[in-house]
T-cell receptor
């Protein structure tokens, strides 16, 4: 089975620009979560998508938005980039079952975004 | 509020030594999961273990072992006979059963010196 793949691996953007990051979930998984990991910090939950809808959100402003597609892949969009958005963005896929319990998460290698 | 504290920011040990990474968590929920992840320089988070709050049995997997104590809200991780390949950042994390997000600690950077 394939793992989680993210693209691009690295990206440099200018403050005020918009960016789209992509994630392909692991085969058999139906849920995608996005995390932001600033340098020297632990990952912070941005949001989760299930059945193509947002299914939980962390403490991030509306300029962070996402999409999930019928094949369970996902995009993270960030508008009006700020310098503090520079971070490693991690995608994690999981399986949400009938009991609404997640049965483990598989993380991708992330996209390192630098905003200058 | 929920929180995970990894008090050790960075640890260096010589190869073959044993090392314990500490993790203390805070939650008032009774049903939750605890995790340990390894993050090598490549960036991905490698899953090591998941425990639920009702299972306090300690676990051993090869050179790795975990000590879960609800009385002290701790979930410590021990590497026995450390190897250079164990060098990485290790994260302890908490997930409530009623929530979707994983709450991570700030991580412990482990250096295994040859």
């Amino acid at each position: 089975e394939t793992g989680v793949t993210q693209s691009p691996t690295h990206l440099i953007k200018t403050r005020g620009q918009q960016v789209t990051l992509r994630c392909s979930s692991q085969s058999g998984h139906n849920t995608v979560s996005w995390y932001q990991q600033a340098l020297g910090q632990g990952p912070q939950f941005i949001f989760q998508y299930y059945r193509e809808e947002e299914n939980g959100r962390g403490n991030f402003p509306p300029r962070f938005s996402g999409l999930q597609f019928p094949n369970y892949s996902s995009e993270l969009n960030v508008n009006a980039l700020e310098l503090d958005d520079s971070a490693l963005y991690l995608c994690a896929s999981s399986l949400l079952g009938q009991g609404q319990h997640n049965y483990g998460y598989t993380f991708g290698s992330g996209t390192r975004l630098t905003v200058v | 509020a929920q929180k995970v504290t990894q008090a050790q920011t960075e640890i260096s040990v010589v190869e073959k030594e044993d090392v314990t990474l500490d993790c203390v968590y805070e939650t008032r929920d009774t049903t939750y999961y605890l995790f340990w992840y390894k993050q090598p320089p490549s960036g991905e988070l490698v899953f090591l273990i998941r425990r639920n709050s009702f299972d306090e049995q300690n676990e051993i997997s090869g050179r790795y072992s975990w000590n879960f104590q609800k009385s002290t809200s701790s979930f410590n991780f021990t590497i026995t006979a450390s190897q250079v390949v164990d060098s990485a950042v290790y994260f302890c994390a908490l997930k409530l059963n009623r929530d979707d997000k994983i709450i991570f600690g700030k991580g412990t950077r482990l250096h295994i010196l040859p």
